[in-house]
Every structure is written in structure tokens, then in C-alpha cells.
């Protein structure tokens, strides 16, 4: 069995070997027999992020979109098609994904918005925002460039204006008060009040 010290390694001699891409590379380690139904209480798996050492992480219900497309875009480069080790997901397994996502990083950010300060991070969540809204909405997962053109028709004047800077963010000018960080707490929070309706009124409906 490998071991997470020696997956660690492995990706040291990544980082050594000179390609700029080395270090670009984010993946989890997953064995088979979890990736078929997600289980929160599955526990923790190897876990690198860009630039970052191997380590330790937990599959939370953020996962369940980034499992939802890999089982139906998943490309192939060796071994099963996706879908064959992967359960689908309904619309409201999606749906409720949603729901209790915003209350992680997104709600942490309204409590404490000092990470803001980085324009890269607030254009991330502005997009990251749109994508959730539009899986609330419609129960599927599309990239996050499509999902903020749709947002733009759907939302008020102000954080249409704040998806379009997101669309090409810069930190200077105007397009810096257009993403404004209080802009992003606004949208932030206009998205956790429809996750909020929708929760209380699938409850309701499950009555």
C-alpha cells in the first residue's frame, strides 16, 4: 500500500525535475472503493494543492460537484471511464451542495473579510459565486465563466457590474471599485439568502 509519505516523495521529485509545471499540479488520492457513493464520514485522503506539499485533507460536500464532473467530463488518460467508478448525482444532490458550501470558506469570508484585500482572491469568489447560484437554480455544474454570464442577467445592476470586473479583474482604476471587497460581501451574502430560501423550502416541502 502507498503511503502518504511516499506520495509526498513523489511529488518532491516532481517540484525537482525543472518543469514549470511541476508545481501546478492539484489532485487527490482516492482509493476506488470511496469514490463510489460519497460519505462525509469517509475520513481523510493525500491531497496536494498548487504550490503546496502533500498532505492530509477531508472530503467534504464541496467535493460533490468536482465528483459530479469528473463522472461526466472526466478525460481519460488510463485505466475506467469515470462514470463506471462514480455514482451520479442528482439536481438536489447538487442543489444542497450549494447550501452547505456557502456556509464554509464564503461564510468565513463574511466574518472575517481580510483575505479580501487580495483583488485575485475576491474575482476567484466572485466567480466561484455565480457557479453556486446557477447550481442552485438550475441543478447542474458548468464552468464558472458561463455560469457568471448568466448570473449577469439574473442579478441587480451593481453585482452585474461586479461580474464584470470579475470576468478580466484588475487591481487599478475604477475596475478596482467596481470588485470592491464590500461588493463581494454583498454578493456573498445574496447568495447565502437564496441558499437559506431554498433549504427552508425544500424542508418544507419534504413535510
Known amino acids: 500500500m502507498i503511503t502518504c ?6 511529488h518532491a521529485r516532481f517540484d525537482a525535475a525543472g518543469s514549470r509545471w511541476a508545481t501546478q499540479v492539484e489532485c487527490v488520492y482516492v482509493p476506488r472503493g470511496a469514490l463510489r457513493r460519497f460519505d462525509p464520514d469517509q475520513g481523510c485522503y493525500p491531497h496536494i494543492q498548487r504550490g503546496e506539499t ?7 460536500c464541496t467535493w460533490i460537484p468536482q465528483l459530479h464532473v469528473l463522472r461526466e467530463y472526466g478525460i481519460v488518460l488510463a485505466g475506467p471511464e469515470p462514470r463506471t467508478l462514480i455514482e451520479p448525482f442528482s439536481p438536489e444532490d447538487l442543489r444542497r451542495s450549494m447550501v452547505r458550501g456557502i456556509e464554509g470558506w464564503p461564510a468565513q469570508l463574511c466574518r472575517e473579510p481580510l483575505p479580501l484585500g487580495s483583488w485575485g482572491l475576491r474575482g476567484f469568489t466572485v466567480l466561484t459565486m455565480c457557479r453556486m447560484l446557477h447550481t442552485l437554480e438550475t441543478g447542474t455544474v458548468v464552468p464558472k465563466r458561463v455560469a457568471a454570464r448568466w448570473a449577469q442577467g439574473k442579478l441587480p445592476g451593481p453585482m452585474a457590474v461586479l461580474i464584470d470586473w470579475a470576468l478580466a479583474p484588475t487591481e487599478s482604476g475604477v475596475d478596482a471599485a467596481a470588485g470592491s471587497v464590500n461588493a463581494t460581501l454583498n454578493l ?3 447568495v447565502r439568502e437564496h441558499c437559506r430560501q431554498w433549504d427552508t423550502a425544500s424542508r418544507h416541502s419534504r413535510k
Not at 502533500?54 to 467534504?60: G, K, S
Request: hydrophobic residues 50%; glycine residues 0%; charged residues 40%.
Open 54 to 60: 502533500l498532505d492530509m485533507d477531508c472530503i467534504d
Open 188 to 190: 456573498i451574502r445574496y
Open 5 to 10: 509519505l511516499a506520495l509526498r516523495d513523489m
